[in-house]
């Protein structure tokens, strides 16, 4: 794995536990190459690949899974006239400066109320989610979108379900029942909750957005400990 960030999934998690999943990956047989980049890319007679890095180092693989980045089409609805920033801007409808034009999923812009912030999120539950409730809007529903996504992923035997915004940068409360194997991370805006992340914890998804949605403030930073993974 070569990644220019210092962790894997850097832009997610604390540091310490991108430091474990370092680790982890290695212990697993991965060869893994932070704070670097694939620089060339050369396909070789019997049909394996080199890899040359910024750093100079090389590879030879089987083959390549690029994970390069999304960025959102926004060309047609610009074109059309329709707000953008960071996707296509959404109502609480799903509809952009056009009522009789909607958008959802990765493209869509959207105001999350439990989180007071908007958001876009790149995966497959939000684009089912939203996708079918643009479709009952159009039918003349007139469904607010109040829905918070959750994402998730496997990594060997961890893996993680999360809801809401998880940034680093934020003040970040880490519960562990056994440190970076079992446990939550919440994420806090100043006083306001505004991101879970169950790492080994499963079937809470429900309590993370309930915690999410009830709008308590939590000054005490400390009095967030046990609050899921206790219930």
Do not use: C
């Amino acid at each position: 794995m070569i990644f220019p960030e210092k962790t894997i999934l850097e832009r997610l998690f604390p540091a310490e536990l991108g430091q474990y999943v370092n680790r982890y990956y290695r212990e697993k047989g991965v060869e893994v190459d932070a704070e670097d980049l694939p620089q060339s890319f050369e396909a070789t007679e019997d049909d394996r690949y080199v890899i040359t890095s910024q750093n100079g180092k090389r590879w030879e693989v089987d083959g390549v899974i690029a994970g390069i980045g999304v960025r959102p089409n926004v060309a047609l609805a610009q074109q059309a006239g329709l707000s953008t920033e960071n996707g296509i801007l959404v109502n609480e409808y799903l509809q952009t400066d056009d009522p009789e034009i909607y958008a959802a999923g990765d493209v869509a812009n959207f105001y999350a109320p439990a989180l007071g912030r908007r958001l876009r999120v790149e995966h497959e539950e939000n684009a089912t989610f939203q996708g079918r409730l643009a479709g009952e809007n159009m039918a003349g529903a007139q469904k607010p979108h109040l829905h918070l996504p959750f994402f998730y992923s496997d990594m060997f035997e961890l893996g993680y379900e999360a809801v809401g915004v998880l940034d680093p940068r934020l003040h970040v409360v880490e519960d562990w029942v056994k440190p970076y194997e079992e446990g939550v991370v919440y994420y806090l805006d100043e006083d306001r909750l505004v991101g879970v992340l169950n790492w080994n914890v499963w079937d809470k998804v429900g309590d993370a957005r309930k915690l999410l949605e009830s709008g308590e403030r939590f000054a005490d930073a400390a009095s967030l400990i046990g609050r899921i993974r206790n219930r």
